[in-house]
């Protein structure tokens, strides 16, 4: 395709302009949906919710579009196949919701949208039902005007995201033949700070666990006893120490093994976001910033791997004092991880240094409680640049570039299960208040986006299969 | 006095023969008194106890006795003091009990006292109303046998033991001048396993404090800030992990600068006591005893110093996993101490050492919760000598020495308040499961106990004043 044909990716502009209030009120009455799924007494509303947006589906073009049963909430599919030749994308989003609580903290009903300083007010009027709606309507403009898409399509939109996705993977895995593509684009992430056009390299991996420590079969007396008998609290202490140094190095020998060194090009591009470290620092309200030797703030808490204990308890934690050993103490620890770190070679390794240092008198055991692998497109990749591209185009500056430290398993589902490239493509004010009381999206936003996606699609359009598919 | 006179002890028989079972009955009927400190609602029966006691003492032969006000529940105080150029003794012991509950765990009501195989069954049957009456029936005997006693006694019996003994040391520097004495003898610990006579030389002090780390102003979410920012708990546990050290000696500078050593006598002592290592092991449910190099298990845990963390708590820890950096830790830690180490020099050094340890990007702070004197009165002192020698005549057998690893805050009241020298003399079954349901006093110990407080007496009353006020 790529060179063969000359698009102006303005074509939309007037299907757009004549259809912005019908646009509008499509996304305010998706909105207004209260698929929230994590709680029971929502499950008919995430179901209306899929429904819903089948329909707007149909309506808007998209092919073989269904309702597909996970065993929870449903997951929503379509699609448009007839490029020939040119690359396939998935594009992911959901339609599920946080739940709205505490109610008393909203200004307006959380699922009664309301229009404001050209914001759009409801819980999930961000995250995620904007970007779903702009995938819906970037499609739908580009299929009006022309007939057809640059590149062939598949949107799929599952409904469980908010609740841990429980049942996306295994989904993914039944529909393998359905899902080939030559990239996936995740629409869930946020703009950098000051709503600055930003595009998400990545996001760490995961691994949780549990470290029991038990000692003596009660809990003893510290006056009669204290002296002669190892004590599991301060061995679990001596293991956690033993586990990372003050400095902020992870001591599990192997642990760094496989760890990808953070490009050139990509330390440049963190080094260049507007990251005021002491602003940071004092929004914490720490002293001092603390973290590996050799990199920097931004570097430490996306790009590098860390170790943190989560939880702790133990003995006695009540008003006064109880002089007890106590029989056991117990810690969360979590790492979150980097390419090419795997969660179950790095449990190996964290198990077997803890059973190592574990002191004598007391048992140990770690258990694992979860994981998720991490996930990294090379700044450089052909998708990235192109996704950047279209970026700079609609919104008029160049995209900055992240990495989010934390984990987005569905990211893991896509690059690791059906091994694509992921770009992550979000359009979300960062202060939207995802999650919190009063969440909204910026229209700005929402409107440029439209017009990005589908400037994103003629990119990719343009670039064969082939040129998409190198590792990530 | 000491070698003008010469007494039979057992002049007394014929009193304690033609008594046993007035003396019972008075015992029951004591011990039938719900005096329990710890609940509001027996408050009138710890005053009830008290006014018995009081009729007990008058009836007995004792003089100014008085109910006397404390704040809390009264102390009771009698004494006789005719014995010119004798040695003053004021012999302790505490009239109110720990609470009965849980009651459906007694086999018999626990303030309706049942005799069966020897032994009286009931809550405070031993603790410590079975010392308080063999005190009372043995001054009794005496002043009945002789019409007056071989040396200057005041009996103290308190009635807050098992709820703190809050208003015990306020009231004692009131009354310094009254309490004026040479030895103090606290009846109120535990013969050897295997109702072993024994004496208890001493009880270690305590410091006890809560370690309080916090770090950023809320939880920070692991993934957007981990390994940018230091982490209380794990801060928490490099400072626990530099406290002791997993051999069991204590990393606190000048911790050990005032600790005297166990004298080669005690050493001695200790070694002969009938103690099986590998059954205490194993009783224990652990694989190996730890602690400080160059001790035995017995000196470890009594008369060697320690420090134990007593709790820890801080973060996510409940079912599953939440990736948080939490914003605090915490952690309690004692420590036992022993002569002559004094809890406000450990608290100084443990909190210097603790705040120089801490690690940058975390505040600490250290908070005393409780403290009390280490108590040793040597096994070469006259006082421990004559009561050994009285436990030897009436027994039958050499009793034991042993330290209790446990701290006692009277004995500190008494050591330290009153500059006394403390004897440790108790009659109780180490397993009479005072505190526990069906605490039991085996009515052996009872009726031989009292005959050794009156040889006890008698050794005592042979001594000059001076000889008792050696340095303890």
Chains 1, 2 share one sequence.
């Not at 499509?26 to 509303?45: G, K, Q, W």
């Not at 056991?328 to 090419?340: D, I, N």
């Not at 979860?370 to 497109?377: A, E, H, Y």
């Not at 893991?412 to 202060?431: K, R, Y």
């Amino acid at each position: 395709m790529s060179d063969a044909v000359t698009i102006d990716p303005t074509d939309v502009e007037p299907f757009l302009d004549a259809n912005r209030t019908r646009r509008m009120a499509s996304y305010i009455d998706f909105v207004r949906i209260p698929s929230v799924s994590a709680l029971p007494e929502h499950a008919a509303d995430c179901r209306a919710a899929a429904d819903w947006l089948s329909r707007d589906l149909v309506a808007s073009g998209f092919e073989h579009v269904t309702v597909g049963e996970t065993g929870g909430h449903p997951v929503v599919y379509g699609d448009w196949l007839h490029a020939d030749g040119a690359p396939t994308v998935i594009a992911y989003g959901h339609y599920d919701v946080q739940p709205a609580d505490p109610l008393e903290l909203w200004e307006s009903p959380p699922f009664d949208p309301i229009l404001r300083d050209n914001r759009l007010i409801a819980r999930g009027a961000e995250d995620n039902k904007s970007c779903v709606q702009m995938h819906v309507r970037a499609a739908e403009a580009l299929l009006q005007t022309r007939g057809r898409l640059p590149l062939n399509l598949k949107l799929l939109v599952e409904g469980e995201e908010e609740s841990g996705s429980a049942h996306l993977d295994s989904w993914l895995e039944a529909h393998r033949d359905l899902l080939r593509a030559d990239v996936a684009v995740i629409s869930d992430t946020d703009f950098f700070e000051g709503n600055r056009p930003a595009l998400c390299l990545g996001v760490r991996g995961l691994l949780q666990v549990q470290i029991d420590v038990t000692g003596p079969d009660r809990d003893l007396h510290s006056g009669a006893y204290g002296g002669a008998v190892a004590n599991p609290i301060q061995a679990l202490a001596a293991i956690l120490d033993a586990l990372k140094g003050a400095d902020g190095r992870i001591h599990i020998p192997r642990f760094y093994d496989d760890v990808v060194d953070i490009s050139p090009a990509e330390r440049a591009a963190l080094a260049d976001l507007p990251f005021d470290e002491d602003e940071f620092r004092s929004s914490l309200g720490v002293d001092v910033l603390t973290g590996e030797p050799g990199y920097t703030t931004l570097e430490r808490k996306t790009a590098r791997p860390t170790l943190d204990a989560n939880g702790i308890w133990g003995g006695f934690s009540g008003v006064g004092s109880k002089t007890i050993i106590p029989a056991e103490a117990h810690a969360k620890v979590s790492c979150r991880l980097v390419p090419e770190q795997r969660p179950d070679r790095i449990l190996q390794e964290l198990g077997d240094h803890v059973r190592r240092i574990t002191p004598p008198g007391v048992h140990v055991e770690v258990i694992e409680l979860g994981s998720g692998l991490p996930s990294l497109t090379p700044i450089d990749h052909p998708a990235t640049i192109a996704a950047a591209r279209s970026i700079e185009a609609t919104f008029g500056v160049a995209p900055l570039f992240y990495r989010a430290g934390g984990s987005v398993p569905v990211t893991a589902s896509f690059g690791d299960l059906l091994g694509l490239p992921v770009v992550l493509m979000g359009f979300a004010p960062p202060d939207s208040q995802a999650h919190s009381p009063n969440e909204w999206m910026d229209l700005a936003n929402f409107e440029t986006g439209i017009r990005t996606i589908a400037r994103y699609w003629d990119e990719l359009g343009r670039l064969r299969p082939e040129d998409l598919r190198v590792p990530s």
